[in-house]
């Protein structure tokens, strides 16, 4: 069975501009959350996805958001970048329910 | 309200035992633990839910208390690759649309 793919892996930014990170769910798996990862920090929760909609989430402002696909591959997209949004996002997928996440490998945001 | 887990770091030598503990101040579902080696992705371990359902890997024993809000990770004859960090992750609702609360990890090194 395949993993969890996030892309890009690193991505340098400036402060306010809007990114896109994507990810690819593990094959069976019907939703997808985001988590946000500082440096020595365990993983912040930001959203998550169910059948294409946002049925969950964190303390993040609007600014944050999603999309969950057919395929459920999803979406973060972040607006009006801040120099605090640097970090490791982390997309994982799971069974709807009771099931572990497997995580992805994550992707590195720097903004400058 | 995140999760605190203790203790902070520990360094063990191959074949010792290890207990790594997580407490939550609100009422919990489930606890999730996750290893995280530095620059990867978590891995997944364990899920205990209440009522005393578990599922994890074979080699991972865990425990929950449903009463104190705690769980307890077991890790006995240690072996080099168990080396990591561990978080806790809590789920406070028993809907499936909560993300986790993780807590700030448990930083593992085991020596020869």
């Known amino acids: 069975e395949t993993g969890v793919t996030q892309s890009p892996t690193h991505l340098i930014k400036t402060r306010g501009q809007q990114v896109t990170l994507r990810c690819s769910s593990q094959?069976?798996?019907?939703?997808v959350s985001w988590y946000q990862q500082a440096l020595g920090q365990g993983p912040q929760f930001i959203f998550q996805?169910?059948?294409?909609?946002?049925?969950g989430r964190g303390n993040f402002p609007p600014r944050f958001s999603g999309l969950q696909f057919p395929n459920y591959s999803s979406e973060l997209n972040v607006n009006a970048l801040e120099l605090d949004d640097s970090a490791l996002y982390l997309c994982?997928?799971?069974?709807?329910?009771?099931?572990?996440?497997?995580f992805g490998s994550g992707t590195r945001l720097t903004v400058v | 309200q995140q999760p605190v887990q203790s203790p902070q770091a520990v360094i063990l030598r191959e074949g010792e035992d290890a207990v790594i503990n997580c407490s939550s101040s609100?009422?919990?579902?489930?606890v999730h633990w996750y290893r995280q080696k530095h620059g990867e992705a978590p891995v997944f371990l364990m899920i205990?839910?209440?009522?005393?359902e578990q599922k994890g890997h074979e080699k991972i024993s865990a425990s929950f208390n449903e009463k104190k809000q705690q769980s307890s990770l077991y890790l006995t004859a240690s072996q080099l690759s168990y080396s990591g960090t561990y978080f806790c992750?809590?789920?406070?609702?028993?809907?499936?649309?909560?993300?986790?609360?993780f807590g700030k990890g448990t930083h593992l090194i085991i020596q020869p």
């Open positions: 994982a997928s799971s069974l709807w329910g009771w099931d572990g996440y497997t």
């Open positions: 094959s069976g798996h019907n939703t």
């Open positions: 996805y169910y059948r294409e909609e946002e049925n």
């Open positions: 609100k009422a919990l579902y489930s």
């Open positions: 205990l839910l209440k009522g005393g």
């Open positions: 992750g809590a789920r406070g609702g028993g809907g499936g649309a909560d993300g986790l609360t």
